[in-house]
T-cell receptor, first 114, second 110 residues
Framework: GAVVSQHPSRVICKSGTSVKIECRSLDFQATTMFWYRQFPKKSLMLMAT?????????EQGVEKDKFLINHASLTLSTLTVTSAHPEDSSFYIC??????????FGQGTRLTVV | ELKVEQNPLFLSMQEGKNYTIYCNYSTTSDRLYWYRQDPGKSLESLFV?????AVKQEGRLMASLDTKARLSTLHITAAVHDLSATYFC??????????FGTGTRLQVFP
């Protein structure tokens, strides 16, 4: 399977600060990137979809000004949680797509806002 | 709006027993995926089902897809403790966008 690298795996930050999560596709070019979040013992919820070089499309209820997505290249996308609050604490997972039939997933980032 | 429901949500089963997890979805789709998630980890791909009637097997797990009934099943044969995890089905919206099921938390005990 494809190699996807997501960093950091864990991060603790103070309320009001911003956190950047990186997702790299190491051996393929990701034309599309999906970002999901997962609350404890819950399912994955799609947050946004981004295409390389274009603005991200956000799902209903997801604040685009809070969750900034940059997909500047075919191998790197970033999700920045701005002015983080405790309710933003969650598990964030990226999923790059190369046009194949199968989705690949990053290792996930556990964000804890204190 | 596409809804993907799994049942049961929680399953506790004895080693050696068989059981089936069901995944129902509410709109047309020809692609369905099954994933495993261990605590604190990301998703591990189990099966990719791409057409009506598709059946795939790997070890003690077998998945099937009936697109007419909008139903997929994940059958567990002779469960072992190592299968304890949360299992998700995910339906492709025909745009590569996946909508995940509610998840089934499986615990296998001796």
């Amino acid at each position: 399977g494809a190699v996807v690298s997501q960093h950091p795996s864990r991060v603790i930050c103070k309320s009001g600060t911003s956190v950047k999560i990186e997702c790299r596709s190491l051996d393929f070019q990701a034309t599309t990137m999906f970002w999901y979040r997962q609350f404890p013992k819950k399912s994955l919820m799609l947050m946004a979809t981004s295409n390389e070089g274009s603005k991200a499309t956000y799902e209903q209820g997801v604040e685009k000004d809070k969750f900034l997505i940059n997909h500047a290249s075919l191998t790197l996308s970033t999700l920045t949680v701005t002015s983080a609050h405790p309710e933003d604490s969650s598990f964030y997972i990226c999923s790059p797509i190369s046009g194949n039939t199968e989705a690949f997933f990053g290792q996930g980032t556990r964000l804890t806002v204190v | 709006e596409l809804k993907v429901e799994q049942n049961p949500l929680f399953l506790s089963m004895q080693e050696g027993k068989n059981y089936t997890i069901y995944c129902n979805y509410s709109t047309t789709s020809d692609r369905l995926y099954w994933y495993r998630q261990d605590p604190g980890k990301s998703l591990e791909s189990l099966f990719v089902l791409l057409s009506n009637g598709a059946v795939k097997q790997e070890g003690r797990l077998m998945a099937s897809l009936d697109t007419k009934a909008r139903l997929s099943t994940l059958h567990i044969t002779a469960a072992v403790h190592d299968l304890s995890a949360t299992y998700f089905c995910a339906v492709d919206m025909n745009t590569d966008k996946l909508i995940f099921g509610t998840g089934t938390r499986l615990q296998v005990f001796p």
